[in-house]
């Protein structure tokens, strides 16, 4: 290697190191974006979870759905399909990769409309002029480095007797399957961006602890509607009516 190759590569270093962990996991998920998308269509169950997290928001035609962290759109017919073309879907997302696929996906639902932007600041309120009826969050509660507070400005988005939504994976707790944790445990870190991967702590214990805060925020604000359990164990499902 020439010593130009070498201050090339370091140099290359440095710049990873210094981009923000957002901008990397940006990148991260664009570059991804379309195995992201293959698996978010073709998970054993995924089909019947979406429907089941859809429904359990109980949206009615005309109403407006927001879903935080919509990646590449695999929820947004679901919605779009139960508020009707006189309602509205807006998913937020910050990576411009997977809104690209998002937005292919919907080319045939005029009500969904997709917003660059982070799921802890969304800014949907000022485009809307209203409060949105309800918000779904599905596998992104364990990227928030406080899940407590974004559930809780999520219900306070919506407001009283607006519906919050929350699927997320985690270890199964049904001793049959235990014995596949470990599996999950590989996963969750070969799926994390990079930095994440590094860190002393098991990202699957970073992930838990998250989830619980996230899914006790909800419980806190809301009264629970809907909780299921489902691919033997790991999926989880929880929704609730603003209190």
Not at 32 to 55: F, K, Q
Not at 227 to 232: G, K, R, Y
């Amino acid at each position: 290697m020439t010593a130009e190759q070498s201050g090339s590569r370091s140099r290359g270093r440095s710049r990873s190191r210094s981009r923000s962990p957002s901008a990397v996991a940006q990148s991260f998920y664009t570059r991804w974006a379309t195995l992201y998308d293959a698996l978010a269509r073709r998970a054993p169950g995924a089909g019947s979870v979406r429907t089941e997290a859809a429904d359990a928001l109980a949206l009615d035609p005309g109403e407006t759905a927001v879903e935080m962290g919509c990646g590449t759109g695999a929820n947004l017919p679901y919605l779009a399909e139960r508020v009707g073309p006189e309602g509205s879907v807006v998913g937020v997302d910050f990576s411009p990769g997977v809104l690209d696929v998002a937005r292919e996906r919907t080319r045939e639902f005029p009500q969904v409309h997709l917003v660059r932007g982070d799921a802890t600041r969304p800014p949907v309120a000022d485009d809307l002029g209203a409060s949105p009826d309800a918000v779904l969050a599905t596998f992104v509660s364990g990227m928030f480095d406080d899940p407590a507070a974004v559930i809780s400005s999520w219900a306070d988005l919506v407001g009283p007797d607006g519906r919050l939504c929350l699927v997320d994976l985690a270890e199964t707790t049904d001793s049959r399957w235990r014995p596949l944790n470990p599996a999950f445990r590989a996963l969750v870190r070969v799926t994390a961006p990079p930095g994440s991967r590094t860190m002393r702590a098991s990202p699957t214990k970073l992930l838990n602890r998250r989830l619980v805060a996230a899914h006790r925020a909800l419980e806190s604000r809301c009264r629970v509607t809907h909780e299921t359990t489902h691919a033997l164990g790991f999926a989880r499902v929880r929704a609730g009516v603003v209190a």
